[in-house]
């Protein structure tokens, strides 16, 4: 039981490392009548986002540091629950900050170039209920979501699967280290 907190944090931190490897290798989606800007605007997000991730990463293992803390009676529980209250209003208010500068690089390069339907439309038997990317010819893992912020698994690629499950396979032997450990 002493070292849930620490698996904890490892567990996050693994996590964490597999989101930024998403974002670095997943395949880009530009539009077609203007792919060098596009694929700038592209790089520049990436770059924010993998920024935003490092930064909730710490801030997490931060969090579950505080919550050890607590747990062994260090630090009074209030100021570990101010911490990760603190951790969540951030998360939530850098999601919404890192949505809306997205949204508004794409507002300004439709406005640049025009808006193009075919970029989507090319893909569209390849989601299943618009969030499920399915498609084995495709070699990507990782894909850019339709819309919104953020990257999904191809579900066409067994490498795909794996890497959905893993996360769950982790906790669920983090769980039995700590049941009966």
């Given at each position: 039981?002493?070292?849930?907190?620490?698996l904890?944090?490892?567990?996050?931190?693994?996590?964490?490392?597999?989101?930024?490897?998403?974002?670095?290798?997943?395949?880009?989606?530009?539009?077609?009548?203007?792919?060098?800007?596009?694929?700038?605007?592209?790089?520049?997000?990436?770059y924010?986002?993998?920024?935003?991730?490092?930064?909730?990463s710490?801030?997490?293992?931060?969090?579950i540091?505080?919550?050890?803390?607590?747990?062994?009676?260090?630090?009074?529980?209030?100021?570990?629950?101010?911490?990760?209250?603190?951790?969540?209003?951030?998360?939530?208010?850098?999601?919404?900050?890192?949505?809306?500068?997205?949204?508004?690089?794409?507002?300004?390069?439709?406005?640049?170039?025009?808006?193009?339907?075919?970029?989507?439309?090319?893909?569209?038997?390849?989601?299943k209920?618009?969030?499920?990317?399915?498609?084995?010819?495709?070699?990507?893992?990782?894909?850019?979501?339709?819309?919104?912020?953020?990257?999904?698994?191809?579900?066409?690629?067994?490498?795909?699967?794996?890497?959905l499950?893993?996360?769950?396979i982790?906790?669920?032997?983090?769980?039995?280290?700590?049941?009966?450990?």
């Amino acid at each position: 039981m002493v070292f849930v907190f620490n698996l904890s944090q490892l567990f996050v931190t693994i996590i964490f490392i597999m989101v930024q490897e998403a974002i670095i290798r997943s395949k880009q989606n530009l539009n077609i009548q203007s792919p060098k800007i596009s694929s700038e605007q592209n790089k520049v997000i990436r770059y924010k986002q993998g920024i935003f991730v490092n930064i909730i990463s710490i801030l997490l293992v931060i969090s579950i540091s505080f919550i050890q803390l607590s747990f062994i009676q260090v630090i009074d529980s209030m100021i570990s629950e101010m911490v990760f209250f603190g951790t969540v209003l951030i998360v939530i208010v850098g999601a919404v900050m890192l949505s809306v500068k997205k949204q508004a690089m794409e507002r300004k390069l439709e406005s640049n170039i025009g808006k193009s339907e075919i970029v989507n439309s090319v893909h569209d038997e390849h989601w299943k209920g618009g969030i499920f990317y399915v498609n084995k010819e495709d070699p990507a893992i990782f894909v850019e979501q339709r819309s919104g912020n953020g990257f999904t698994i191809n579900l066409g690629r067994p490498t795909g699967w794996f890497l959905l499950l893993l996360p769950f396979i982790f906790g669920f032997t983090l769980f039995l280290f700590a049941r009966f450990v």
